[in-house]
């Protein structure tokens, strides 16, 4: 087997990695500085647009998109490196690349499942990075980790559809910029396959009958830089026919489709954030003494630190092998590989995180390093996307086939 990147992907990582050191990074305090002084925390500092406007110029843009005709056209192996680099500053550096989800996800629903007025109307304002955008499909009230108990209703009334129901952990939907929302509810509740019950919709931000309620906070945080995670009412919200994407009964197969790369891209970035809090770590441990010498030279540190090594480089040799399985064989080929990195990554990185904020002490918890803030984004993974649990019982469901 080859672990050598190809040209490609080596070219955009050396310019990826030197946009990050002479941009993100100098950029991550002035952003928050920047965002205490502006009049609405969801409004967007202004040296984010900066950073997008650098990273277009710098051709660092819609990486994620294999379609040549939307995006840079580069596989999920290619891809890989250079989600990982933009996780070593996740509240800024998918942002300034186009790379950011939920953007990345609905821009692969519309260029895979819109029609052309669809891809016109906000495939192409997504692209560019001149509106935002939101999923639509976890609910308070029931379990919404299987997909079939969502109870959100979208009926048909003439020429238009008639959506009712209430949403919550809608990431992106406080930044104002978000204009647009893809929502998952039910065309056929009844219809006998649960799995054809369900349907996508287009809905403006503006469409009468929608209420942004609340953000609701993440351990603590509201992610302003991720434009937050809002609770949605749709009160008899209705929009034309014309935005259903795909067909009637297509949303549970649309929302198949969406998290199989979306799972990939969070465990990609979360080997990054993984790096970064090795780094940090690492720094820490050579420049703080205790006890008469330096926190480095302590044996349990020097064990923090190689297991970590050896986690992150397991971990990225997985999420590798799941990439360039969703490029030969495609997403259900490599169907058991992306629930093992959806259940494994989350967790160790959780733990890395862990040791570093311990090495920090008081110090790791605060505003002042970036270990707090991701292992708030690193544990709420191990929910996102359906919990650790959903993918373990289907996993081992598919190992125990095996032997029946």
């Known amino acids: 087997m080859d672990f050598a990147f190809d040209a490609r992907t080596e070219e955009l990582r050396a310019r990826l990695l030197a946009f990050m050191d002479e941009y993100v990074h100098p950029a991550e305090p002035v952003a928050h500085e920047q965002r205490a002084r502006l009049a609405s925390p969801w409004d967007t500092p202004a040296v984010v647009e900066e950073l997008k406007a650098e990273a277009r110029r710098q051709g660092l843009w819609n990486l994620f998109l294999p379609d040549a005709a939307y995006g840079a056209g580069l596989t999920n192996l ?5 989600a990982e680099i ?6 800024l550096a998918p942002t300034a690349t186009n790379c950011a989800a939920p953007d990345t996800g609905n821009m692969e629903v519309l260029a895979q499942f819109g029609d052309d007025w669809q891809k016109k109307q906000w495939l192409e304002p997504l692209l560019a990075g001149e509106i935002r955008s939101a999923f639509a499909m976890t609910e308070p009230d029931v379990a919404s980790s299987d997909a079939t108990n969502i109870t959100t209703r979208i009926e048909r009334d003439g020429d238009e559809y008639v959506i009712t129901g209430r949403k ?3 990431s992106g939907a406080m930044d104002p910029n978000c204009s647009i929302f893809i929502v998952m509810g039910k065309t056929d509740p009844d219809g006998p396959d649960i799995r054809r019950q369900q349907s996508m919709v287009l809905v403006p931000r503006d469409t009468p009958g929608v209420t942004v309620r609340r953000a609701m906070q993440v351990f603590g945080y509201e992610d302003h830089f991720h434009g937050g995670h809002a609770e949605i009412v749709f009160d008899h919200a209705r929009v034309p026919v014309s935005h259903l994407i795909g067909e009637e009964g297509g949303g ?3 929302a198949q489709a969406r998290l199989g790369p979306g799972r990939i891209h969070h465990c990609m970035r979360l080997i990054g954030m993984a790096e970064r809090a090795i780094e940090l770590m690492c720094r820490r441990a050579v420049s703080r003494t205790a006890f008469g010498k330096a926190l480095g030279q302590q044996g349990v540190v020097h064990n ?11 971990l990225r040799l997985l999420v590798l092998k799941t990439a360039w399985l969703m490029d030969t064989v495609g997403n259900r080929g490599a169907h058991t590989e992306i629930q093992a990195i959806k259940i494994a990554t989350p967790r160790a990185v959780v733990d890395i995180i862990d040791r570093a904020i311990q090495l920090h002490g008081a110090g790791g918890v605060s505003q002042d390093f970036p270990l707090a803030e991701l ?9 996102a996307d359906g919990p650790d649990e959903v993918h373990q019982r289907s996993l081992a469901r598919r190992e125990l086939k095996k032997y029946l």
């Open 78 to 82: 290619q891809y890989a490196p250079l």
């Open 375 to 383: 292992y708030a984004g690193a544990r709420t993974l191990m929910i």
């Open 252 to 254: 549970f197969a649309i």
């Open 86 to 91: 933009t996780g070593r500053s996740p509240q």
């Open 168 to 170: 919550w952990y809608i």
């Open 304 to 314: 923090w630190i190689a297991d970590a090594r050896v986690t992150v480089e397991q």
